[in-house]
């Protein structure tokens, strides 16, 4: 029998159902494999975080020279897999690790990947675990820079705020302005004086350095006492303390030669508000005439007639923070 020829531009059914059938099964391949590069929502997955450096705008900071610690975790945890670590500097590799995934005390994995920020500049850190018998592929990444700033009065930016939040993590009084003003100065002689630093103000490449290293905080001598004061003769500086650690610390300057500060624990028994004759701003009286009180000049050494001075603009906050009945521990 003579068939009807076909007409041009038609598929026939059988090759249209082939091509139905070709397409599904790309489609399905490609997810396969998007699966096999891709944790699902609710699937395994990694975290990496530096736990080395300062955070300022967003952006991890470490000092140039600094041991970087990174920590990574994992969802879920099996036993024998691990971790490849990467550290980039633009498109070098400069490190790679392989490092155990142990048992975190929550749920889940964890690892430590330690290695040297030796210049300056962006480093992108990758780590991936490689899809093995029990467990899938999943991968993080986090970056930081490598620093060695120093920063001084009138200066300005993100250089600033990451120095402001690195004292206040330890407790040093400085706003969080992104100005290096008076009060940025005066926490930085109070961190200078505790760590033995040349008392200039100036937040130099030392100064940085210690506070990437999350370093340079003051030990209190008495941590069990509550909430109470301590100052450091040697140190020249005042600690507002409350549950065993310090909440603030001040550059103060006490009694000079002549007329010595007194050592020794004391209660504070009376406070007055305001300016007296002599000058003494906001004083808190801790024994007889001995007081801590706001005054125009407080110098980086002892100068005072035997109170402990702090400066003005610190002198309220001070003041309102002490009750009557606190205690200090007046030592050398």
């Not at 004061?229 to 005042?238: C, G, M, N």
């Not at 024994?287 to 402990?308: D, E, F, K, N, T």
Request: glycine content about 10%; charged content about 20%.
């Amino acid at each position: 029998m003579q068939g009807y020829p076909l007409r041009r531009g038609k598929v026939p059914l059988v090759r249209r159902i082939a091509l139905v059938l070709l397409v599904a099964l790309i489609g399905a391949l490609a997810t396969e494999a998007a699966a096999a590069k891709k944790p699902p929502a609710d699937g395994p997955r990694m975290t990496l975080s530096p736990q080395s450096g300062l955070v300022a705008e967003g952006r991890n900071y470490v000092g140039q020279g600094q041991k970087v610690i990174l920590e990574g975790r994992t969802r879920p945890y099996v036993p024998g897999q691990e971790a490849v670590v990467e550290v980039f500097t633009g498109r070098k590799l400069v490190v790679r690790r392989r490092v155990p995934i142990t048992k975190a005390k929550a749920t889940g994995g964890q690892f430590v990947a330690r290695f040297v920020a030796r210049k300056k500049g962006l480093y992108t850190i990758k780590a991936t675990h490689r899809q093995s018998p029990t467990q899938e592929w999943f991968a993080a990444r986090t970056s930081l820079h490598s620093i060695s700033p120093s920063t001084s009065r009138g200066s300005r930016g993100a250089m600033v705020k990451l120095l402001q939040r690195g004292l206040r993590g330890h407790a040093y009084v400085a706003p969080l302005s992104g100005t290096y003003d008076d009060a940025t100065t005066r926490g930085v002689i109070a961190f200078q004086k505790v760590n033995g630093m040349a008392r200039t103000g100036r937040a130099n490449g030392a100064v940085y350095g210690a506070l990437l290293r999350r370093s340079g905080g003051f030990r209190l001598r008495y941590p069990k006492a509550g909430k109470h004061v301590e100052f450091d003769w040697s140190r020249q500086v005042l600690v507002l303390a409350r549950n065993g650690r310090p909440e603030r610390i001040y550059h103060t300057s006490s009694g000079k030669a002549s007329t010595p500060t007194v050592f020794g624990t004391f209660r504070f028994y009376r406070k007055d508000l305001g300016t007296n004759s002599i000058g003494m701003v906001h004083s808190a009286y801790f024994i007889r005439g001995y007081a801590i009180h706001g005054y125009h000049s407080v110098p980086i050494y002892p100068a005072s007639h035997g109170c402990l001075r702090v400066p003005i603009p610190s002198a309220l906050s001070i003041y309102k923070w002490i009750d009557h009945g606190d205690t200090i521990f007046a030592y050398r």
